[in-house]
């Protein structure tokens, strides 16, 4: 046998026990006549002490070896060990692995460099607080299986080759082999599988599915990524979103002991977007967006009297802390987001201090600080046009100074459900609608009829969930009648033709008796870094791609060999 137990099984009850230990040398220090080593394994360190007499082999940092001993009571505890109040007499230390020195320090804190860590994954994943993270992940795996199994739902694999799937991103194309000029895509998500499932009975469906875009990486997104992937037959939109938070529930208590209360808070999109500036509002701190068209349309400014919609954040005690400097980096976060400007208005004891107060009038000035509430020493930011410009830019610099002003307390969790999405976006680029979800989100019953009349006012049965100011996942109800299915994908421009050569054989399934149904899909890695605490998605995943979307480790991807892509059919052009 080669370990008796973990390292932190091991505690000041095991006081004389003798055990067999195995793991990485964390440290070593050498005094002579006793020598002492942290001995490191997936539960964390242990203390070994080898006093005289005891043969030690060259032993160094990393090295992988196994020590039998007597677990003995420590003289001084040392309090940053879980095991610190114990040591390990060691008898008998023997090398089973040599290790060379390791181009990194192997600790939660490290200095080294990203790309390095990735190209030596498996050492960084020796680190501590990657492994909890994994073991959290894992864990949050756990309660998907176990919940979803007890509620009724069958876990089904769906293909990895398969046609392009809508979710509105580039997708990776595989060549086929056996059909020049024929190509797989991966899919972007299991979104028509699983409605196929429903139509094939299934009733209770969910996956932890692997799904693949090629989109611009950024910190929080990466080209492949895991979704707990749910669809469900024959309930309503309430029914659906209180299983999905008794999945919440049981995760967030059975991963980090946090309580969650239920029924979620259900917000409107129109809501989202109009107090808190964004579809994934952060409600953890208030900097509400306040509507000041009504007062700032009369002055003289024409920037104010020719907007649509004029909006403000008060950002309580900021006055005095904000400098030309601090006016110079607003207005170029506001030219960021397409606007010419940003109104600041400091409120003094000696009254309010904007360079556009010569174009207001006093009774402009004392509604603008009765509306929004603004106290002495408050800064009030106002952007002025488009509404949801508006709202999006001052959600923006909502969530910058609740960061930097220390707003949110930390391990605090915020859930709710934004629902009431609109079914359609219009793209002024592309002249047409698109679907904001994906094509086969049903209309909301109250809007339905404006499908005909006016696309834009239509609603949809859509939900996302918001934790934090993090989408961690989203879904819909779908559309089962093949009618409307029609008129939708009419509207989002595409012809019977475009209809016939991408969902042909998911439309023509809808022809044979359809269920109504809906679902969703938790992105895992989302719910990961919420759950560790982590801004960084590659922190929660084992074997990441860098931000260029390969692999510094493998090197992935790669040129083939010659004869590879003349099976395929393939030629490279320079
Ligand atoms: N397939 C959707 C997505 O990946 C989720 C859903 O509608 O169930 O966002």
């Not at 996302?464 to 421009?493: H, P, T």
């Amino acid at each position: 046998m080669l370990r008796s137990c973990y390292n932190t099984d091991l505690s000041i009850k095991d006081v004389g026990k003798e055990v067999a230990l195995v793991g990485w040398v964390s440290k070593k220090r050498d005094l002579g006549s006793l020598t002492f080593i942290d001995l490191r394994d997936r539960s964390g360190i242990i203390q070994l002490t080898v006093g005289e007499g005891v043969e030690i082999p060259d032993i160094r940092n990393e090295y992988v070896i196994q020590a039998k001993g007597k677990v003995a009571k420590k003289d001084v505890p040392n309090k940053n060990l879980k095991t610190g109040e114990i040591e390990v007499l060691v008898k008998e230390i023997k090398v089973l692995s040599k290790a060379k020195t390791t181009p990194m320090i192997i600790a939660d804190e490290t200095d080294a460099l990203e790309d390095l860590r990735l190209k030596y994954r498996y050492l960084d994943l020796r680190r501590p607080c990657l492994q909890e993270n994994l073991k959290k992940r894992a864990k949050i795996v756990h309660c998907a299986h176990e919940y979803f199994d007890e509620n009724g739902f069958v876990e089904v694999e769906t293909p990895c080759l398969t046609l392009s799937t809508p979710e509105g991103a580039r997708d990776y194309i595989v060549p086929s082999r056996v059909t020049h000029g024929a190509f797989y895509a991966l899919p972007q998500s299991p979104q028509l599988f699983k409605q196929l499932l429903m139509i094939g009975g299934m009733e209770r469906y969910y996956q932890i599915a692997r799904c693949f875009r090629d989109e611009d990486l950024r910190q929080d997104r990466q080209p492949e990524f895991t979704q707990i992937d749910l669809e469900m037959s024959f309930l309503d939109q309430d029914e659906v979103l209180t299983i999905m938070e008794g999945f919440l529930k049981k995760t967030f208590k059975e991963t980090i002991g946090v309580d969650i209360k239920t029924p979620l808070r259900r917000m409107d999109y129109a809501e989202a977007v109009d107090v808190y500036g964004s579809d994934k509002p952060d409600t953890r701190f208030g900097l509400h967006l306040i509507d000041v068209t009504e007062i700032l349309q009369k002055s003289e400014f024409n920037g104010y009297r020719e907007a649509k919609s004029i909006k403000a954040i008060v950002i309580p005690g900021q006055a005095p802390e904000t400098s030309r400097k601090v006016i110079d980096q607003l207005t170029l976060e506001a030219k960021k987001f397409g606007f010419g400007g940003i109104g600041v208005y400091k409120v003094t004891e000696n009254g309010v201090e904007s360079s556009l107060l010569k174009f207001m009038n006093e009774e402009q000035v004392k509604d603008l600080v009765i509306k929004t509430e603004a106290k002495v020493n408050d800064l009030i930011l106002v952007l002025a046009g488009e509404h949801d410009k508006v709202c999006f830019a001052l959600g923006a610099l909502r969530s910058q100074y609740a960061h930097k002003l220390g707003y949110i307390r930390p391990n605090t969790y915020d859930l709710l459900w934004v629902v009431n999405f609109p079914l359609f976006e219009y793209s002024e680029t592309e002249g047409r609608y698109k679907a904001l979800h994906h094509p086969f989100t049903r209309p909301t019953p109250e809007t339905e009829h404006y499908l005909d009349s006016d696309p834009s006012k239509v609603l949809s049965a859509a939900y996302d969930i918001v934790i934090n100011g993090y989408e961690a996942g989203g879904g819909s109800l779908r559309i089962y009648d093949q009618d409307m299915q029609k008129k939708v994908f009419n509207i989002l421009g595409f012809s019977d033709e475009d209809i016939a050569r991408k969902f042909g054989y998911f439309v023509k399934a809808f022809e044979y008796g359809t269920p109504p149904h809906g679902g969703i899909a938790f992105g895992l890695e989302r719910l990961s870094m919420i759950i560790c605490g982590t801004e960084n998605i590659r922190d929660v995943i084992a074997f990441p791609k860098n931000l260029k979307a390969s692999c510094p480790m493998s090197n992935a991807p790669c040129p083939v060999d010659p004869d590879q892509l003349e099976d395929l059919g393939i030629k490279i052009v320079e």
